[in-house]
Structure formats: C-alpha cells, structure tokens
C-alpha cells in the first residue's frame, strides 16, 4: 500500500479493491509515464515477471490521442481490467502476473499514431515551406 501512496493523489482513497490506474475519482488516476515508474518500482521490490502483462488492458496512455476517435487506441479496443492492491499482492506471492487476458485482436499498425505523426510532418513541412518562402522574398 505504501508504494501506491507514492505514486497516488494525496486526496485518493486506496483500498485493496481500489482501481489504481483507473481515473478519478473511484480509481487512484496513475497512467502513463507513472504507470511505468510504478510498475518498475513494483518490479524491482517484489521480484515480479511481469512480460505477461498488457498495458492496454489496464491503462491509457498518457498523452492525448487526437486520432483516438477515428481509430481507437489500444485500450478502447479491449474491456478494462483494474489494477488493484489484492491484484499486485497476488503477483507478488506468486512472483509473476496473474492475469489472463481475454482472446483480443489488435490492428498490426497504430493508425491512430500514424496519422499524429503525418500531421506532425505537415506542419512541420509548411513551416519551412512558409520560412523558405519568405527567405526568397527578402532577397
């Protein structure tokens, strides 16, 4: 428990069934980067195998995902599996992830990612476009 708190909002209430990368206010709202620096700690202080373990069952990500209403993320592809004390207690004892995840299919491309990055592209080739342009002007 204590490790939770450590990564937790102060005012959140943590109990063994509480979903600690669930929003808030009924889950403890750890995601992204500190979903991993919970999960290393978790790691290194239990001596966990967790290369069973699926993100995208438990998490979302952390930056925001313009894209994500075209073509859904991984997360919104899949029912929500809550991370919860008893659950991490569980991986401790037996020192390996205990979930078994549903039958699932995920696209073999992030097309939701892709496309973030050809926006990023377009813009960023307008940019020099636009600074190209008005280097020729000047001259």
């Known amino acids: 428990m204590a490790l939770a708190r450590k990564y937790t909002v102060?005012?959140?209430?943590?109990?063994d069934n509480t979903d600690l990368f669930g929003p808030l206010p009924r889950g403890c709202g750890i995601y992204g980067d500190d979903t991993d620096e919970f999960l290393s700690d978790f790691i290194r202080r239990f001596n966990v195998d967790m290369s069973?373990?699926?993100?995208?069952?438990?998490?979302?990500?952390?930056?925001?995902?313009?894209?994500?209403?075209?073509?859904?993320?991984?997360n919104a592809r899949v029912e929500h599996i809550p991370v919860t004390i008893r659950l991490l207690i569980q991986a401790a004892e037996l020192k390996t992830w205990p979930v078994e995840y549903p039958p699932h299919l995920l696209p073999k491309r992030r097309w939701d990612t892709i496309a973030s990055l050809g926006c990023i592209i377009?813009?960023?080739?307008?940019?020099i476009g636009v600074a190209t342009l008005h280097f020729v002007i000047d001259r």
């Open 52 to 74: 069973k373990y699926l993100w995208y069952f438990h998490t979302e990500e952390e930056s925001g995902n313009f894209f994500g209403w075209l073509f859904p993320p991984p």
């Open 122 to 127: 377009l813009v960023l080739l307008f940019a």
């Open 10 to 15: 102060s005012s959140a209430e943590i109990n």
